[in-house]
């Protein structure tokens, strides 16, 4: 199956081990090293949308950009997903996305509700 594809960061451990119990159950997922390659705001929307998150939910708190760009949970969607497009480190990961479904591998073990 190739129409999975994971929001991967290779220097995190919860990134690292989703991408392995992926492989260990037969998928072998597109990479995309979001850090490198940033999601549009669209991206983020429909992986909100997918997710039946906010984007409150899916920012990282507790980055220091998150603070030198004042935000906060008072902060709007729209706001909390341009800090994400133009700072993907405030990105929560990894995502793991296959057609109109996502999950957060936070713990790993949730990516396996995407699995057929």
Not at 33 to 57: C, N, R
Request: glycine fraction near 4%.
């Amino acid at each position: 199956m190739t129409d999975i594809t994971i929001w991967h960061n290779p220097r995190c451990s919860k990134s690292r081990a989703t991408l392995h119990l992926l492989q260990e159950n037969g998928i072998a997922p597109a990479q995309r090293k979001y850090l490198e390659e940033p999601p549009s705001a669209d991206e983020i929307k429909h992986v909100l949308s997918a997710l039946g998150m906010t984007a409150s939910e899916l920012v990282r708190r507790g980055e220091t950009v998150y603070k030198e760009l004042n935000l906060s949970t008072a902060s709007s969607e729209d706001a909390l997903i341009t800090a994400m497009t133009n700072n993907p480190i405030l990105i929560e990961r990894p995502v793991v996305i296959a057609a109109n479904k996502a999950a957060l591998g936070r713990p790993p073990e949730n990516v396996l509700s995407l699995l057929p």
